[in-house]
Each structure stands twice: as C-alpha cells, then as structure tokens.
C-alpha cells in the first residue's frame, strides 16, 4: 500500500460547472476526511467519514458540496456550480481509529482546482 | 481546541539543529500537541504528538515545558529536504470526533546549504 491516493492532481473548470475528486484510503483505515487549503495557509476541515458514514460536516460546506463514502472505502468529493472562490487544493486524510484519543492523519497530495 | 501562535518563517542552516517554537498558553489538561509539516506539493505529513512528556521518534523531539504552555519541535541535524511549512496543533483527548482541529498558518522552516 502507497498511502493516500487522490485523482486528479490538478483540474481546470469553468466557473458553473460540475467537478468530482476521489481519494482512495489507506486500506483498512476506518476514517477519511475531506480538507480544504488555500494558498498560505493550512488545511480547514470539510467533512468526515467513520467507515461509510459521514459524520460531521463543517459549515465552510456549502450545499454545492457532496461527499460520499460508499462501501466504506474510496471517497468522493462532487462540487456542484463552481464558483471561482472554491479555487483551493482538496486534501483527503485517512487514519484508523481503534480506541483512544490518539489519531494520526495520513494525507494524499491534493487535488489542486483552478475555476476559471 | 486551544489555539497556537508560531512564527511566520524560520531559517537554518544545513546540518545544524532546527528549533520550531510553538504557544499554546490556554491549552488545557487535557489537549495533546501534534506536530505535521507539510513540504511543496505534498500533503501534511505526521511528525510527532504529546501530551506533557518529552517524546521523541525517528524523525524528530518535541520538548514541552513543565507549564505545557509552549513547546519545541526540534529536528537535530536539518537537511534541505526538511524545507516545509510546519503545523502546531493542539487537540483535546477527550474529542474523539474526528480531527478537525485548525492547523493555522504553520511555520515556514528554510534550511539553507
């Protein structure tokens, strides 16, 4: 296993068009999240799954934004009606969670989206 | 989750010990410091977590003072490839809900030849 895959690295969109991400998990990781950043500065938390359900959903994301998580494995993330202010590098993290208040986030490279 | 102030930006020289301050003066008894750094391009990479001991792992020390108000995150002998921006994180034990802690600004760390 390689860790976190994301595809596609990078993705053009005009503004009002659909886009989807996917990240693939370190396998047998039950958590993944979604993570925003901006240039300059760190990654702000979108959402989150614990297996396939997604269990908290921060209020940066809108209702243009869809993440699913079937099966429990691979994630996506749809954003429906691009505007150009959702310009930013998507990361996805994975980590296994057990027991315990200890967690360590294994982050793919990002999906850098440029809306034209 | 207590918040942390670091420096904007850092340099070092190459070879030598890389000093990472960080404040975290309203943490609370039970928060942990993690440090992730995160190199050009890259996504955030997992350096090393504490919650009042001193740790230390193949990567790097963390030295968190008797007061837990402030740490350290010390890489030994830097190399170029350590050029990254580099996150202190504080998190409460006690949320097992997910991290969603904000990682801020981080640190600019250069370590020059």
């Known amino acids: 296993d390689t860790g976190v895959s994301q595809n596609p690295r990078h993705k053009i969109t005009k503004r009002g068009q659909n886009v989807t991400f996917r990240c693939d998990p370190i396998?047998?990781?039950?958590?993944l999240y979604w993570y925003r950043q901006t240039l300059g500065q760190g990654p702000e938390f979108l959402t989150y799954?614990?297996?396939?359900?997604?269990?908290?959903k921060s209020r940066l994301l809108s209702d243009r934004f869809s993440a699913e998580r079937p099966k429990g494995s691979f994630s996506t993330l749809e954003i429906q009606r691009t505007e150009q202010g959702d310009s930013a590098m998507y990361l996805c993290?994975?980590?296994?969670?057990?027991?315990?208040?200890?967690?360590?986030?294994?982050f793919g490279s990002g999906t850098q989206l440029s809306v034209l | 989750d207590a918040k942390t102030t670091q420096p904007t930006s850092m340099d070092c020289a190459e070879g030598r010990a890389a000093n990472l301050p960080c404040n975290h003066s309203t943490i609370s008894g039970n928060e942990y410091v993690y440090w992730y750094r995160q190199i050009h391009s890259q996504g955030p990479q997992y350096i090393i977590h504490g919650l009042k001991n001193n740790e230390t792992n193949e990567m790097a020390s963390l030295i968190i003072t008797e007061d837990r108000k402030s740490s350290t995150l010390i890489l030994p002998h830097a190399t170029l490839r350590d050029t990254a921006v580099y996150y202190c994180i504080v998190r409460d034990v006690r949320n097992t809900g997910g991290f969603k802690t904000i990682f801020g600004a981080g640190t600019r760390l250069f370590v020059k030849a």
């Open positions: 396998s047998e990781h039950n958590r």
């Open positions: 993290a994975s980590s296994l969670v057990v027991r315990g208040p200890n967690e360590k986030l294994f």
């Open positions: 799954f614990q297996n396939e359900a997604q269990l908290e």
